[in-house]
T-cell receptor, first 114, second 112 residues
Framework: DGGITQSPKYLFRKEGQNVTLSCEQNLNHDAMYWYRQDPGQGLRLIYYSQIVNDFQKGDIAEGYSVSREKKESFPLTVTSAQKNPTAFYLC?????????????FGDGTRLSIL | AQSVTQLGSHVSVSEGALVLLRCNYSSSVPPYLFWYVQYPNQGLQLLLKYTTGATLVKGINGFEAEFKKSETSFHLTKPSAHMSDAAEYFCAVSYNTDKLIFGTGTRLQVFP
């Protein structure tokens, strides 16, 4: 079955450490997205990519970085500059240029601070 | 700025009762509209979407939503709640871009 795989499911970060969250999809979607979810705030867009080797900042990109070297993969790095990284992170993908197509989501990674 | 408002962060109903979750959007231009459901520690699953055509949209698990342009609303309903409907529900819109704008979510509790 096609889908989106996020790993790990739980991740712990020490102070001053960078951590990378993995997102892989086999839906053959060109567009991929990273969201941060905090209680009572819904989903906020961190970064998105509409094509390989290109990506754009979302609404809360500070303290995060991404790469898009392959169509299937869109890893997110939470850097030490992100002072409040504890959250649930969701990756999604979609067919770009067709805004009535829904985004498909992975099962998320929960990041906590040690 | 375009936004989505979900009235009521928590809604509680008895099993078998009507479920009504409210969603309003801010633009005068009708967007594409989506409802997603999220179970604990999982991602979001699409319930239904409105793009064009019939304003009453049927989705999975017996849910439906009606697009009302005059009220800028897209409320989600289900005639009879089931215990398995307990989850968080998100309304989202897009305006001819690939980006979705999400509401803050409504947590549905179902009591026996």
């Amino acid at each position: 079955d096609g889908g989106i795989t996020q790993s790990p499911k739980y991740l712990f970060r020490k102070e001053g450490q960078n951590v990378t969250l993995s997102c892989e999809q086999n839906l053959n979607h060109d567009a991929m997205y990273w969201y941060r979810q905090d209680p009572g705030q819904g989903l906020r867009l961190i970064y998105y990519s509409q094509i390989v080797n290109d990506f754009q900042k979302g609404d809360i990109a500070e303290g995060y970085s991404v790469s898009r070297e392959k169509k299937e993969s869109f890893p997110l790095t939470v850097t030490s500059a992100q002072k409040n990284p504890t959250a649930f992170y969701l990756c999604a993908s979609s067919v770009p240029g067709d805004s009535n197509q829904p985004q498909h989501f992975g099962d998320g990674t929960r990041l906590s601070i040690l | 700025a375009q936004s989505v408002t979900q009235l009521g962060s928590h809604v509680s109903v008895s099993e078998g009762a009507l479920v009504l979750l409210r969603c309003n959007y801010s633009s005068s231009v009708p967007p594409y509209l989506f409802w997603y459901v999220q179970y604990p520690n999982q991602g979001l699953q699409l319930l239904l979407k409105y793009t064009t055509g019939a304003t009453l949209v049927k989705g999975i698990n017996g849910f439906e939503a009606e697009f009302k342009k005059s009220e800028t609303s897209f409320h989600l309903t289900k005639p009879s709640a089931h215990m398995s409907d307990a989850a968080e529900y998100f309304c989202a819109v897009s305006y001819n871009t690939d980006k979705l704008i999400f509401g803050t979510g409504t947590r549905l509790q179902v009591f026996p």
